[in-house]
């Protein structure tokens, strides 16, 4: 596949256990024209028999509406609801 722009980063997200990839990664590319035209001409492509899907990545938010970060909402996790008594 040949280079469509210029890019800053890539990273392909791993399992914590496995380290195996989860399916998707991040690409940042300065230039948004350059961005956009990637994005376009990469939305119709395939590797191997799957469809690639690309898309603007967007902040994560709680489920509360409030932005992420440390210890911000409530966040659950393993033994939450656990009965400690």
Same mark, same amino acid.
């Not at 980063?9 to 496995?18: F, H, M, P, W």
């Not at 001409?41 to 967007?58: C, H, Q």
């Given at each position: 596949?040949?280079?469509?722009?210029?890019? #800053?980063?890539?990273?392909?997200? !791993?399992? /914590?256990? &496995? $380290?195996?990839? /989860?399916?998707?990664?991040?690409? @940042?590319?300065?230039? #948004?024209?350059?961005?956009?035209?990637?994005?376009? %001409? !990469?939305?119709?492509? @395939?590797?191997?028999?799957? $469809? !690639? &899907?690309?898309?603007?990545? %967007?902040?994560?938010? #709680?489920?509360?509406? #409030?932005?992420?970060? =440390? *210890?911000?909402?409530?966040? *659950?996790? =393993?033994?939450?609801? /656990?009965? /400690?008594?």
């Amino acid at each position: 596949m040949k280079s469509l722009a210029p890019v #800053n980063s890539a990273k392909v997200i !791993l399992d /914590r256990e &496995t $380290r195996k990839s /989860r399916g998707f990664g991040f690409v @940042e590319i300065p230039d #948004n024209a350059a961005a956009e035209k990637a994005m376009k %001409e !990469l939305s119709i492509s @395939e590797i191997g028999s799957k $469809r !690639l &899907t690309v898309k603007v990545a %967007e902040d994560k938010k #709680n489920k509360d509406g #409030n932005s992420g970060g =440390y *210890g911000s909402g409530n966040k *659950g996790g =393993y033994n939450k609801g /656990r009965n /400690r008594h």
